[in-house]
């Protein structure tokens, strides 16, 4: 089979589509043959050596956290899936060394979830890692009906994956954005506001901030608010204030993933797509990826 390696870090230039003996289905684990991917920023800092994999994960190195196919095969003890099943997975690679771009992908089965059946592929590619940070940032932030929310970089992945979430259920989220162009998105995503103008924001105007883009906007947090950032390295200090501010790390979850595709299928979460390639046009992914400026996901099929 195929899979996307690095045999060191760099730039998309280190990505190859090397032949690799096939994985097989070891005890708890399903053989999905891989139908979709995205490419996450974990992804790019992974191949450029900004994110430092689990040293015991050595060079050549398999890379890609997030999976939709179908299932090829069983291993003992499997009992949510059987071989046809349309599933999606997210494996975190950087801690496991586990990648998802191959054409076969052996992991455990609690990793994965039943696909949205009213989705192809390429569009439930988009759901795993994105979803699963977006639905495990918000739960700090223990938001309820009629709050104030801020999401800083509301028209990417997981900050358009947070929008929907918080506004179906009743919370008032304003989105910022990185440009102009990306205002509407938002809104049609579930905000109630959106702007690229940070300076616009409110002091102290929301329960809530969210930040996916690693801009911090200390400001903006009333007194009592909270703060998750999902950026290493972005938490802002508060000057004594009192904020319950916090960095969130995503985990693997294919009950969580479940329930996300559930939402999927029912119309109430709405995955984008900016561009589909396939898995030999790797690097030219990367480097469309690093150019910025999507609403959507750089999707590659196999
Ligand atoms: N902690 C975790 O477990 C975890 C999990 C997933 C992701 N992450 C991290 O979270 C970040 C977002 O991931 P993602 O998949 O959502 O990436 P993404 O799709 O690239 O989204 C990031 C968004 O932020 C926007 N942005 C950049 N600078 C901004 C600014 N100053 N103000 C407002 N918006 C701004 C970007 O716009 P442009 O494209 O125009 O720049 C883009 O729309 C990445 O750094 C990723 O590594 C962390």
Not at 23 to 28: D, E, N
Not at 157 to 172: E, K, R
Not at 208 to 235: C, E, H, K, M, N
Request: net charge negative; aromatic share 4%; hydrophobic share 45%.
């Amino acid at each position: 089979m195929r899979a996307v390696q690095i045999e060191r870090h760099g730039g998309p230039e280190v990505l190859h589509l090397r032949k690799i003996p096939d994985p097989a289905a070891g005890p708890g684990e399903i053989l999905v043959r891989a139908e979709a991917t995205s490419i996450n920023p974990v992804d790019v800092k992974t191949r450029a050596g900004v994110d430092r994999p689990n040293p015991a994960i050595g060079f050549p190195m398999t890379l890609g956290w997030d999976l939709a196919g179908t299932v090829e095969a069983v291993g003992d003890g499997v009992t949510r899936f059987r071989p046809g099943d349309r599933v999606v997975a997210m494996s975190a690679q950087i801690a496991t060394g586990l990648g998802t771009w191959a054409d076969l992908v052996a992991l455990p089965e609690s990793l994965a979830a039943h696909a949205p059946e009213t989705v192809p592929p390429v569009e439930a590619a988009c759901l795993p890692l994105a979803g699963l940070t977006a639905v495990q940032a918000l739960e700090p932030l223990r938001l309820k009906e009629g709050q104030r929310l801020l999401v800083i970089g509301a028209a990417g992945a997981v900050g358009g994956l947070a929008v929907q979430l918080a506004a179906a259920s009743g919370v008032a989220v304003t989105g910022l954005v990185s440009r102009p162009g990306h205002v509407q998105a938002v809104l049609e995503l579930g905000a109630e506001e959106a702007t690229h103008e940070p300076e616009r924001l409110p002091a102290g105007g929301f329960d809530a901030v969210l930040d996916t883009a690693g801009f911090a906007q200390p400001d903006a947090v009333a007194d009592g608010g909270r703060y998750v950032s999902i950026v290493p390295g972005s938490l802002p200090g508060f000057d004594g204030r009192p904020v319950d501010a916090r960095m969130n790390f995503v985990e693997q979850s294919g009950e969580q993933l479940g329930e996300l595709a559930r939402l999927v299928e029912a119309g109430d979460l709405r995955l984008r797509v900016a561009a589909t390639l396939r898995i030999d046009q790797i690097r030219a992914a990367h480097e469309l990826f690093e150019r910025g400026g999507h609403l959507g996901k750089i999707c590659l099929t196999f």
